[in-house]
């Protein structure tokens, strides 16, 4: 009989907080479960004894997000079933609706990680002020979070993601918004998870991308994509077309270059979901150019920089890519408030560069 999804999730939680333990090196034929699995816990932990003044607090803060995220793709997968589908009735500070996962995937995040005793300073895409954790349970990290990136696309089953950034406080003991006003070159770690035809979670604590793989099995994201990187160049561009009018030249013209290469080149393929983990994570996996631009309508860009275009970029730079606004690196941008928005361009470097050199010239060329 299914539970409701209160409970469902109560049992979640308590399942997926306890960390299992693997302590032979084999495959157990009976059960086809490897039982030296290396799970995420683990190879952070591992990375973790490589530097002898680490403390385990950041393995603490993961461990937090790991039980959010499993929870959250309990409720995804569940959600047709337990009336999660649809929208919660209000919305956030950024003018959006917020759907009835989005409440959920927030509360979350946020109960998940006070409880770590090891975050000071939370901002949420869904509040608009930043959030002070109690004193009794503060901690020396900063999360900067999108609970529930493309939410918009719940309804229609296409694949959903979460996105944080992680850095020090500057202050532990009388935290404030100040510090949360960090450029991206200051993350200690960042990562997405990805609600798709698996749920996946990408992460660099400051080395190499890696990608682990939830096992439903077994309750526990293996290492599934190890030292992931990007490729030098690619063969796809994502961008949302329907704001072609708005573009300036420099960007037309790059899109033009994608569409009609000189000779006998293939143009690039299209590809474009309007999920920024999913479209990310393609141009990750696969390479090219991911793009959300400033443009007439939206001079200041739409996607979000401390809790969207900063996470991904530094997982990208991470893999081998690069990542600007258009005008600086995305990591070099200092942020003058929590929900400051940004352009973002990101993915191959080559692409990248192709993207800047028509960008450069177009501004070049454009009236004084």
Not at 253 to 275: H, L, T, V
């Amino acid at each position: 009989t299914a539970l409701p999804i209160s409970k469902t999730l109560a049992f979640v939680l308590l399942r997926f907080s306890c960390p299992l333990t693997f302590g032979f090196p084999t495959m157990d034929k009976s059960t086809g479960i490897d039982t030296d699995s290396m799970t995420l816990t683990r190879f952070v932990l591992e990375g973790q004894k490589a530097h002898p003044d680490a403390t385990g607090d950041l393995t603490i803060v993961l461990n937090a997000l790991l039980t959010a995220i499993k929870a959250i793709s309990t409720a995804v997968r569940r959600a047709g079933l337990t009336d999660l589908f649809g929208m919660a009735g209000s919305t956030n500070v950024q003018g959006e609706t917020v759907q009835k996962l989005d409440v959920l995937s927030n509360q979350l995040f946020i109960n998940m990680l006070s409880s770590s005793y090891n975050v000071g300073v939370m901002i949420s895409e869904e509040n608009e002020q930043v959030i002070i954790v109690d004193a009794k349970r503060r901690g020396k990290y900063i999360i900067a979070f999108d609970p529930l990136d493309g939410s918009s696309n719940i309804d229609c089953l296409v694949s959903i993601g979460s996105i944080f950034g992680i850095y020090h406080a500057k202050h532990n003991d009388h935290p404030t918004v100040e510090d949360a006003l960090q450029p991206g070159n200051q993350m200690v770690a960042a990562g997405y998870a990805l609600y798709g035809s698996a749920t996946m979670v990408v992460l660099s604590t400051g080395g190499p991308v890696n990608g682990f793989t939830l096992d439903p099995n077994v309750g526990e994201f293996l290492l599934t994509h190890e030292n992931m990187r990007i490729k030098s160049r690619g063969k796809i561009f994502s961008i949302n077309e329907a704001y072609t009018k708005y573009w300036d030249a420099g960007l037309l013209e790059y899109i033009k270059q994608c569409k009609f290469p000189p000779g006998d080149k293939a143009p690039y393929n299209a590809r474009y979901i309007g999920s920024m983990v999913a479209d990310v994570h393609r141009t990750l996996v696969y390479g090219g150019i991911f793009m959300y631009p400033a443009h007439s309508k939206s001079p200041n860009g739409k996607l979000r920089l401390l809790y969207e275009c900063n996470p991904m970029a530094y997982l990208v730079e991470k893999a081998g890519g690069k990542a600007t606004d258009g005008h600086q690196r995305i990591l070099d941008i200092c942020p003058t408030s929590i929900h400051q928005r940004s352009g973002c361009y990101l993915g191959s470097p080559e692409d990248v560069d192709d993207l800047l050199a028509c960008l450069k010239k177009g501004a070049a060329d454009a009236p004084k």
